[in-house]
């Protein structure tokens, strides 16, 4: 964290305003994070912020997938040391599976508690999604891989932001930590691609730019 802070602050004149903002903003809640090891919903959700502050760019374009695919994709390949390579396949590989065979955060399995679709819709779309993830597992498709893992934090992070979950709860535990692992090892190596490649990485104005209260 002090290395990311302090690459940020050398090269901070070199980079545009919006660029720096974009760092800090995610600097300082990836940084509250650390604090938070032993509440893990708020953690997640620390993790979950620093991340919508490096990436988002319209609150009515979060959701879009083709977006997040494209920022996924930029991010792996200006990471010419392999360090997501090395976090997805190497340090945290099994975390990962896990997390990608967890139905609980698949948004299908929802779908069908609120009668949406059929169990049998749910089952089959969970199992013809987990061979496209154990196809790219075995390919090592690193942009593949994210992207559902993105997916299905999202699924988690919809569920408790939107009161979907009980504070602490034991349901939530193993899901919650794994995701919060997850993205403590992500979210530091996506900001230092970031600030190696503020140039061609720079994702211009937030949606929530700073504005002075006069």
């Keep these: 964290m002090m290395l990311l802070e302090e690459i940020f602050k050398s090269k901070k004149a070199e980079h545009s305003d919006y660029f720096n903002l974009r760092i800090h903003r995610g600097l300082s809640w990836l940084k509250k994070s650390i ?10 959700m620390s993790l979950w912020i620093s991340f919508n502050a490096i990436y988002a760019q319209d609150v009515a374009i979060t959701q879009d997938k083709q977006s997040l695919r494209q920022f996924l994709y930029l991010i792996c390949q200006k990471d010419q040391e392999f360090k997501i390579y090395n976090i997805l396949w190497d340090k945290f590989s099994h ?31 969970f199992e ?15 942009v593949d891989i994210l992207f559902v893992i993105f997916n299905r934090l999202y699924t988690l992070r919809n569920q408790m932001i939107h009161g979907g979950a009980t504070y602490n709860s034991s349901v939530n535990r193993k899901q919650l930590q794994d995701a919060c692992n997850i993205l403590a090892a992500l979210l ?20 929530y730019p ?4 006069s």
């Design 35 to 44: 604090e938070l090891d032993s509440d893990l919903d708020l953690k997640f």
């Design 128 to 142: 013809q999604e987990k061979k496209k993830v154990h196809r790219a597992l075995q390919e090592k498709a690193s």
């Design 188 to 207: 530091p190596m996506f900001i230092l691609v970031l600030l190696e490649n503020a140039q061609t990485l720079d994702l211009g104005k937030p949606f």
């Design 95 to 125: 975390p990962i599976r896990l997390l990608l065979e967890n139905p609980y955060v698949y948004q299908g399995f929802w779908d069908f508690q609120n009668q949406k679709i059929s169990q049998v819709t749910w089952k089959e779309d």
């Design 210 to 213: 700073m504005v002075q209260v």
